[in-house]
T-cell receptor, first 108, second 115 residues
Framework: AQRVTQPEKLLSVFKGAPVELKCNYS??????LFWYVQYSRQRLQLLLR??SRESIKGFTADLNKGETSFHLKKPFAQEEDSAMYYC??????????FGKGTKLSVIP | EAGVAQSPRYKIIEKRQSVAFWCNPI?????LYWYQQILGQGPKLLIQ????????DSQLPKDRFSAERLKGVDSTLKIQPAKLEDSAVYLC?????????????FGEGSRLTVL
């Protein structure tokens, strides 16, 4: 069963513009959700997790149980933010289910 | 610390041939994962090991895929015989038992092309 949905395959924004990468999940309980990022020619890596409510590289993501969403946001996009972003659902035994990903392109 | 090591980085084979990928996780990481990432899709879990035991292999096509982690460290993923649809990047990841949930460390991946 598809646990996370990322509706946009590609998102292009201008430098300095706000960014919102959408993620919706399907789960009746309390989910564990994460955002992973893959920069060009680099390894897939954890960006942030919902439980820590942290801001990493200016990105934040709030879990909205009413809308079953976990959108990734940044107020001002930078060129170095260009990358593939994956919304990830965590289940028991530390398994992770990845969404299909959104490619963010920041236009100078 | 050294990251997750994978080899080979690239492999091209004919369909029906066999191939093997190797992974060396970060030292001390008890949990090891193999993911398959087909072009345009997110990584899909194939198998998860805890030390040398299998935790989950429900999505591993067992008629052609096999994986082992005999001494609880290195792991090998084998495909025999390969099909065209096996063309993908095979990612290995590991996790330390003391690290927060969801924090996996990934290797660079092994890109397989089946002709």
């Amino acid at each position: 069963a598809q646990r996370v949905t990322q509706p946009e395959k590609l998102l292009s924004v201008f430098k300095g513009a706000p960014v919102e990468l959408k993620c919706n999940y399907s789960y009746s309980g309390s989910p564990e959700l994460f955002w992973y990022v893959q920069y060009s020619r680099q390894r897939l890596q954890l960006l942030l997790r919902h439980i820590s409510r942290e801001s990493i590289k200016g990105f934040t993501a709030d879990l909205n149980k009413g809308e079953t969403s976990f959108h990734l946001k940044k107020p001002f996009a930078q060129e170095e933010d260009s990358a593939m972003y994956y919304c990830v659902f965590g289940a028991g035994s530390y398994q992770l289910t990845f969404g299909k990903g959104t490619k963010l392109s920041v236009i100078p | 610390e050294a990251g997750v090591a994978q080899s080979p980085r690239y492999k091209i084979i004919e369909k029906r041939q066999s191939v093997a990928f190797w992974c060396n996780p970060i030292s001390g990481h008890a949990t090891l994962y193999w993911y398959q990432q087909i072009l345009g899709q997110g990584p899909k879990l194939l198998i998860q090991f805890q030390n040398n035991g299998v935790v989950d292999d429900s999505q591993l096509p067992k008629d052609r895929f096999s994986a082992e982690r005999l001494k609880g460290v290195d792991s090998t993923l084998k495909i025999q015989p390969a099909k065209l649809e096996d063309s993908a990047v095979y990612l290995c990841a590991s996790r330390h038992p003391g690290h927060p949930t969801g924090e996996l460390f990934f290797g660079e991946g092994s890109r397989l092309t089946v002709l």
